[in-house]
């Protein structure tokens, strides 16, 4: 079993939809979520952080985490075609000084 | 305010070379970390740094190595360049030890190995 899952997609969804992106960790001890998007041939950048249980929402994006579960998941609301990238996840567990990353959802956003 | 810089952007090598990638952090940052990124795949964690000392390593072989200088930048070195060597490397630094904070990332270096 990998120890950050995400379905590899493509994720297809019209403008002004919702798009919602799924990602799985085996670690229970993970503390610490994180929601990357990278464009073709860009470096990944930060969207959104979050720690604790729940919902956490930052303009159009809603990070929401359940730790019983161990999911977390990303929720992006009037979906616009500048959203088109490739989102990784991102899980940091206590005992480690490393962040493993998802494979990342490819995600098109149609016009 | 500059973000994360690396150098060089691109690189090609051949098979059996030895190369050196730089990479400095934010100002104010002290944790460095060291990814590879496969086409297709997320990136793989191979080292992070902090205060100059080794805090965490991936499962990468020997032929990789890294250290952090005093003004917190800090060099990826890979021995013995292998085709599967081909990737984008990427630095990411934080501002304290890097447990569970936050991570930006620099624009990477594409290395081709021929």
């Known amino acids: 079993q990998k120890e950050v899952e995400q379905n590899s997609g493509p994720l297809s969804v019209p403008e002004g939809a919702i798009a919602s992106l799924n990602c799985t960790y085996s670690?229970?001890?993970?503390?610490?979520f994180f929601w990357y998007r990278q464009y073709s041939g860009k470096s990944p950048e930060l969207i959104m952080f979050?720690?604790?249980?729940g919902d956490k929402e930052d303009g159009r994006f809603t990070a929401q985490l359940n730790k019983a579960s161990q999911y977390v998941s990303l929720l992006i609301r009037d979906s616009q075609p500048s959203d088109s990238a490739t989102y990784l996840c991102?899980?940091?567990?206590?005992?480690?000084?490393?962040?493993?990353f998802g494979a990342g959802t490819r995600l098109f956003v149609k016009a | 305010d500059a973000g994360v810089t690396q150098s060089p952007t691109h690189l090609i090598k051949t098979r059996g070379q030895h190369v050196t990638l730089r990479c400095s952090p934010i100002?104010?940052?002290?944790?460095v970390s060291w990814y590879q990124q496969v086409l297709g795949q997320g990136p793989q964690f191979i080292f992070q740094?902090?205060?100059?000392?080794?805090?965490g390593r991936g499962n990468f072989p020997d032929r990789f190595s890294a250290r952090q200088f005093p003004n917190y930048s800090s060099e990826l070195n890979v021995n013995a360049l292998l085709l599967g060597d081909s990737a984008l490397y990427l630095c990411?630094?934080?501002?304290?030890?890097?447990?569970?904070?936050?991570?930006?990332f620099g624009p990477g270096t594409r290395l081709l190995v021929l």
């Open positions: 990411a630094s934080s501002p304290g030890q890097g447990k569970g904070e936050t991570q930006y």
């Open positions: 670690d229970r001890g993970s503390q610490s």
């Open positions: 979050i720690y604790s249980n």
């Open positions: 991102a899980v940091w567990a206590d005992g480690g000084f490393k962040t493993i």
């Open positions: 100002s104010g940052h002290k944790s």
């Open positions: 740094y902090y205060e100059k000392e080794e805090r």
